[in-house]
T-cell receptor
Framework: SQTIHQWPATLVQPVGSPLSLECTVE??????LYWYRQAAGRGLQLLFYSVGIGQISSEVPQNLSASRPQDRQFILSSKKLLLSDSGFYLC???????????FGPGTRLTVT | GENVEQHPSTLSVQEGDSAVIKCTYSDSASNYFPWYKQELGKRPQLIIDIRSNVGEKKDQRIAVTLNKTAKHFSLHITETQPEDSAVYFCAASIWGGSQGNLIFGKGTKLSVKP
């Protein structure tokens, strides 16, 4: 069966520091991968999605970036964090458009 | 592009009552409609989904109905229990399309009072 991992689970970082969040999927090949952000008490904002290695699409302009160095690995990065980057970051995967999409356990980021 | 509206934003019911959450979508090409349940501090969990070739789908106490003509779909929870308390998100996408990312509603916070 398929499993999705995210780490770290929680992170507290000062403003201006770099960020690297990692997501990996097991048990499937060539998944679509997604990064979402959820502010406290708010909805799901799609940040990036990827349909293959090295293929990244950005949904909103921001100081974040994403990379997919391997088929089942998705990384979210920032060179300098802002206070507004705080939130719950969720990675998700599916096998294609309109197929069931599953979320990882999330990383709770607090920027101080 | 697709837009999904979800109502109500909050819903409070007594244990044992039914709860209904409604969503409307704008793109008539959308044909896949999942519902997610998110408990406090946890990831969203897929609880049920429906494709446009059916009008209703049931799984124990939850059901989803779809009206393609009116472009709306609803989640029905019967015999609610305190553990049903969570935020529920609806979504829409195009199954098999080249650009079919899920478009989510803003969520409904359901509180079930014992």
């Amino acid at each position: 069966s398929q499993t999705i991992h995210q780490w770290p689970a929680t992170l507290v970082q000062p403003v201006g520091s770099p960020l690297s969040l990692e997501c990996t999927v097991e048990g499937t090949s060539n998944p679509n991968l997604y990064w979402y952000r959820q502010a406290a008490g708010r909805g799901l904002q799609l940040l990036f999605y990827s349909v293959g290695i090295g293929q990244i699409s950005s949904e909103v302009p921001q100081n974040l970036s994403a990379s997919r160095p391997q088929d089942r690995q998705f990384i979210l990065s920032s060179k300098k964090l802002l206070l507004s980057d705080s939130g719950f970051y969720l990675c998700a995967w599916n096998t294609g458009s309109g197929y069931e999409q599953y979320f990882g356990p999330g990383t709770r980021l607090t920027v101080t | 592009g697709e837009n999904v509206e979800q109502h109500p934003s909050t819903l409070s019911v007594q244990e044992g009552d039914s709860a209904v959450i409604k969503c409307t979508y704008s793109d008539s090409a959308s044909n896949y409609f999942p519902w997610y349940k998110q408990e406090l501090g946890k990831r969203p969990q897929l609880i049920i989904d429906i494709r446009s070739n059916v009008g209703e789908k049931k799984d124990q106490r939850i059901a989803v109905t779809l009206n393609k003509t009116a472009k709306h779909f609803s989640l029905h929870i019967t015999e609610t229990q305190p553990e049903d308390s969570a935020v529920y998100f609806c979504a829409a996408s195009i199954w098999g399309g080249s650009q079919g990312n899920l478009i989510f509603g803003k969520g409904t916070k359901l509180s079930v009072k014992p």
